[in-house]
């Protein structure tokens, strides 16, 4: 398992939305697994292949430890409650910057796993923030997006501080 360089905020690429991947091979399993270890390394709680430049709708997510690790491959949302939540999220492509967003509390996410496979996942709580937030960024929709235009400013303000 390879350690991916990580794009970092501004970079125009993490606005792209990503391709759907078409061909589910070793590459894609190699890929998912380089994708966990940067991950870990940042670390972080999930990433995409858009993170690391690739644009190809591929995210893995890790909430408890490394025998939770799954990886989603074209994911898309086909149910959202009408509940919400609140919860803080922050990106390893803008580390050390974090704010509290509301999403949909629960989700109903239809993706296919790396063999291929099409599978159907309800999530809430933790899994169902990260989900959102990770097809987001697939979707080319960077999570500072969903704040309002003034926590947007500072935030962006805040981590161009941090990194000067």
């Known amino acids: 398992m390879a350690i991916l360089p ?9 606005r792209l939305p990503c391709r759907p991947v078409e061909v ?10 380089d994708l966990a270890a940067t991950m870990r390394a940042a670390p972080g709680i999930g990433i995409t292949a858009a993170h690391v430049g690739i644009l190809e709708r591929l995210t893995v997510i890790e909430l408890d430890g490394p025998g939770s690790l799954k990886a989603y491959v074209n994911p898309r949302i086909e ?10 999220e922050g990106s390893v492509s803008m580390r050390g910057v974090t704010d509290e967003l509301e999403r949909p509390a629960r989700i109903r996410v239809a993706y296919q796993d ?4 099409a599978r159907t996942e309800e999530a809430d709580g933790l899994l169902s923030v990260c989900l959102q937030h990770e097809i987001d960024q697939l979707d080319g929709i960077f999570w500072i997006d969903r704040l309002s235009r003034l926590k947007r ?6 981590y161009a501080k941090g990194k000067a």
């Open 6 to 14: 990580i794009l970092s905020y501004p970079d125009p690429r993490l």
């Open 24 to 33: 589910f091979d070793a590459r894609l399993a190699t890929l998912a697994d």
């Open 79 to 88: 149910w959202f409650s009408p509940e919400k939540q609140r919860h803080t």
């Open 114 to 117: 790396l063999s291929g496979a």
């Open 153 to 158: 400013e500072r935030i962006v303000k805040k």
